[in-house]
């Protein structure tokens, strides 16, 4: 290997690492932003009114 691919190998592992570092959080933040949303939007709802038929389909 010589000098010039070993130092293109190095600066594409750092613009990986670059990325990796970046998306990772992003998706974890987005991932607890939905979840955080759906927990509101449960605790909002209405509770659903008690049947008699809790297996029904009516």
């Given at each position: 290997?010589?000098?010039?691919?070993?130092?293109?190998?190095?600066?594409?592992?750092f613009?990986?690492?670059?990325?990796?570092?970046?998306?990772?959080?992003?998706?974890?933040?987005?991932?607890?932003?939905?979840?955080?949303?759906?927990?509101?939007?449960?605790?909002?709802?209405?509770?659903?009114?008690?049947?008699?038929?809790?297996l029904?389909?009516?």
């Amino acid at each position: 290997m010589s000098y010039r691919e070993y130092v293109i190998a190095a600066y594409a592992v750092f613009a990986a690492m670059l990325l990796w570092d970046w998306l990772v959080p992003t998706l974890q933040i987005r991932a607890a932003l939905r979840a955080a949303t759906r927990r509101l939007a449960r605790r909002q709802a209405p509770a659903a009114p008690p049947s008699d038929h809790p297996l029904s389909r009516e």
